[in-house]
């Protein structure tokens, strides 16, 4: 796998057009969390420095091949004194793979300030490395992301809610120290964003085969942080019917802060003969 410094390195090909690039994969199309990213330090390189991305919106609306670069075309939608706003069309052979919307404040406002607590859970040290102990079935997916340290609390180590349909909670951190820029970071952490937390919707249905994929996808940064060091990724999925499952996930660091807030929908289609690279692709 490619370091993250890598795939998040775009190159400006024209004004307001960039190109991501491809890279080697195990998987069949392009990890999700790929595209957003290279989206996002697009969008990221037409604003002002005194402004900081506060969320995105994004839509799946093909599957990418990952052996041919992606071209991020960014509007500029709007620029004002408090806020920026950008949408961007991630593009290969012509056709639109990925958009998002990403707004950006500047960070000198101040205001109100309040947060949930984070949950109980066991620390990352307490639980096994994934890679030590691979399944048959996870082999691909996380030798994929073998720069990543995923560590799944399980069943038995979470403090749960009956009042929760179904939960998740990861611990996640980049195994390899990482430059300061926080833009790097904030773009490192929506690659990140999309590992696991659809896999959250399949809980309470451990022996379903289900074709999934993730259609949407929609963050918000709350603090600083660093993707360098130890993050929870507390996940539930509300809701799944007509072939669709919803999740959401709230990330917060080691000090229990909470520093991003994630919802994804999801494809969670059964019924249908799953396609031959199914288990080659992320279940997310």
Known sequence: MAAIEDILQVEQIETDIYRGGAFPSLLQRTFGGQVAGQSLMSATRTVSEEFDVHSLHGYFLRPGNPDRPAVFLVDRIRDGRSFVTRRVTGIQNGEAIFTMSASFHVRTDEGLEHQDRMPPVPQPGELNDRLDNLAEEEQVVFKEWRNFDLRIVPPEMLVTSPYFAAQQRVWFRYRHSLPEDTVFHVGTLAYMSDMTL?????????????????????????????????????????????????TQGRIFDLQGRLVAAVTQEGLARTGRALPADQHARTDR
Do not use: C, I, K, N
Not at 206 to 215: G, K, V
Not at 219 to 227: D, G, I, K, L, Y
Not at 229 to 241: F, H, K, M, N, R
């Open 198 to 246: 659809l896999g959250s919707s399949r809980v309470p249905h451990p022996d379903a085969e289900a074709q999934t994929a993730s259609l949407d996808h929609a963050m918000w940064f709350m603090r600083p942080f660093r993707v360098d060091e130890w993050l929870l990724y507390d996940q539930t999925s509300p809701s799944a019917g007509a072939g669709r499952a919803l």
